[in-house]
């Protein structure tokens, strides 16, 4: 059984920093694609970044414009999110997903956490 935790969120000003941290037990991180996914309040669901230790490259939404990092720490099965420049528009519970199926996609097969808040103040 995959389990996914994050942890990291929490309520930063317009243009701070938060690092989100997310430990994935059941399933080697050199094994597939994990990433980061968003919702925000009456929003869907949207990928942020999502990363290949194999091929050892990230992929990056859109919206993301070089602001955020996302690395592993492959001893400790963990994938992280350095997120700078922050605005209100960021705002939304972000989950750590593992074993996706392509970069910034979801399947069947995706396991997920419970989220972490981030709110950022105007």
């Known amino acids: 059984e995959v389990q996914v935790v994050e942890s990291g969120g929490g309520l930063v000003q317009t243009g701070g920093s938060l690092r989100l941290a997310c430990t994935i037990s059941?399933?080697?991180?050199?094994?597939?694609?994990v990433g980061w996914f968003r919702q925000a309040p009456g929003k869907e669901r949207e990928g942020v970044s999502s990363?290949?230790?194999?091929?050892?490259?990230?992929y990056y939404a859109d919206f993301v414009q070089g602001r955020f990092t996302i690395f592993t720490d492959n001893a400790k099965n963990t994938v992280h999110l350095q997120m700078n420049s922050l605005e209100p528009e960021d705002t939304a519970v972000y989950y750590c997903?593992?074993?996706?199926?392509?970069?910034?996609?979801?399947?069947?097969?995706?396991?997920w956490g419970q989220g972490t808040q981030v709110t950022v103040s105007s």
């Open positions: 997903a593992a074993d996706l199926p392509s970069p910034l996609r979801i399947g069947p097969g995706t396991s």
């Open positions: 059941g399933f080697t991180l050199a094994d597939g694609l």
């Open positions: 990363i290949s230790v194999s091929e050892g490259r990230p």
